[in-house]
């Protein structure tokens, strides 16, 4: 999200994913899934570019707020192994929380909603991301570095954060009894982008859904979630999806006024 961390791995990297995908693909139809409609694969992936020109665009100014709270933490932890777990854990629950605030709130919503405007359910919607997002996310990592945690463990915590919610995003994956409600899983995550009513603002959790638990968020997945958002089909458009949820915030705005 906010560095070139894992740049040297990323043609690599691209290649796995391309390969998952298109097993995906197979799977589904193999076994009627339907979770792959082309007009929607067609947007993910002009998303998913849109997204990468604009991370390019940003990382000097996320680098900079990272750096600006660097300097002013109160202290400095060294660069060990517990220290990175430390990192990996702040991280991540910070992501809870972020991610938390982002259904709650309208200005958050407006970015985020455009990850959840899917109607399908793959591994190409977890790359539907907003390209602006980038402008208020370090913020909210901010406290952890000013507690003293190195902000380059914390970029490499949440890359890897970020790497793991790739495979959250499948319906080819059932429940997994052995890690459910620790560790985030598909089913947890299908959980988390369903409209049915019992699953709205559900499962909020990045790697750890243990904080779901905590915080009585979470909600095991007990039918097919019908996927989208409430207000309802936003279209295949990128630059529509990009503007929908500040479209609805201006005329919210506006109505208010009036």
């Known amino acids: 999200m906010f560095s070139t961390e894992v740049e040297p791995y990323g043609k690599w990297v691209l290649i796995f994913v391309i390969l998952l995908i298109t097993a995906e693909i197979i799977g589904s139809w193999r076994q009627r899934k339907k979770s792959y409609e082309l007009r929607d694969t067609i947007s993910n992936i002009l998303i998913f570019i849109g997204f990468q020109f604009f991370k390019i665009l940003l990382t000097g100014y996320q680098l900079a707020i990272l750096g600006f709270g660097e300097h002013f933490a109160l202290f400095h932890l060294p660069e060990k192994p517990w220290v990175f777990v430390l990192s990996f854990i702040a991280a991540d629950f910070t992501y809870y929380w972020f991610h938390r605030l982002s259904h709650r709130y309208s200005l958050l919503w407006a970015?985020?909603?455009?990850?959840?405007?899917s109607t399908r359910m793959n591994f190409t919607t977890a790359y539907r991301l907003h390209w602006f997002s980038g402008l208020i996310t370090p913020f909210f990592y901010l406290p952890a570095i000013l507690l003293g945690l190195p902000?380059?463990?914390?970029?490499?915590?949440i890359a890897l954060n970020l790497?793991?919610?790739f495979f959250l995003h499948t319906r080819l994956i059932g429940k997994l009894p052995w890690i459910e409600g620790i560790m985030d899983t598909p089913s947890a995550h299908r959980v988390h982008h369903g409209i049915n009513p019992h699953y709205i603002d559900k499962n909020f959790g990045g790697v750890f859904i243990f904080w779901d638990r905590l915080f009585g968020t979470y909600q095991e997945e007990v039918e097919e979630p019908v996927y989208g958002i409430t207000t309802g089909f936003v279209g295949y458009n990128p630059f529509s999806i990009m503007l929908y949820g500040f479209r609805r915030l201006f005329k919210n705005a506006l109505r208010q006024l009036r």
């Open 111 to 117: 970015f985020h909603l455009v990850h959840h405007s």
């Open 151 to 157: 902000a380059k463990f914390l970029v490499i915590s």
């Open 163 to 165: 790497a793991y919610q």
